[in-house]
C-alpha cells in the first residue's frame, strides 16, 4: 500500500499534464482542480483500505484461533459418535473443559467474524457452556452440539468438518 500513494499521485499529475497539452497548452483550471480532488480522495482513502486490511488479517487470525478448539472438540464428539451404540450420556474430561474454556475466552473478539460467523458461533458457545456446567451432554444435546460444531467448522473454515455425512446422524439413527 505505500507504493501505492506516489502512484496515485503521478497518474493524477500526468492525467492533468495530459489535459493541458491535449488543450493546446490552455490552461483548464476546473480540469486540474477536479484532478487534485481525485488525487486527495485517493490519498485520504489510503488510511482506511489499510484499516481495513488490518480489520481481515485480525478476523483470518481469529478464524485461525477459534478453529482449532472448535475442530477439537468436534473430533472429540466424533470419535464418541463412532461408538455403538451411542451412550446416553457422554461425560466431559477436563482436556474438554479447558477447550471449551479456549472458545469461550475468544467470544469478546467475535465482533471481527461476519453476522452469520458470530451467530452459528453463538448457538456453540451457548450448547458448549450448557454442557461444561454439568460437566457431560445428554445423547440428543449431543448429537445436536455435533451438528452445530460441523456447521461452525464448515463456516469458519472450508476444510474442517467437511464431510458429507456426520457419523453422529448414522449411529443415531443406526
Known sequence: MRGFVPIIVAAALGLGAGMFIGAGWRRDWNAAA????????????????REEGRRQ???????L?????LAAVYFAFEKVAQQAPLPLAVP?????M??????????PQADLLEIDEMDMLAQVVTALN???VVRGVTRDRFVETTELLDR???????RIGA????????AVAG
Open 34 to 49: 477536479a484532478i487534485a480532488t481525485f488525487a486527495a480522495v485517493l490519498v485520504a482513502l489510503v488510511p482506511i483500505w
Open 57 to 63: 488479517q485480525s478476523t483470518r487470525a481469529l478464524r
Open 65 to 69: 484461533r477459534l478453529i482449532a478448539p
Open 92 to 96: 466431559l474430561d477436563d482436556n474438554m
Open 98 to 107: 479447558r477447550l471449551i474454556a479456549r472458545i469461550d475466552a475468544l467470544v
Open 130 to 132: 450448557g454442557a461444561a
Open 152 to 158: 461452525t467448522c464448515k463456516l469458519l473454515g472450508p
Open 163 to 170: 464431510r458429507r455425512s456426520s457419523p453422529v446422524t448414522s
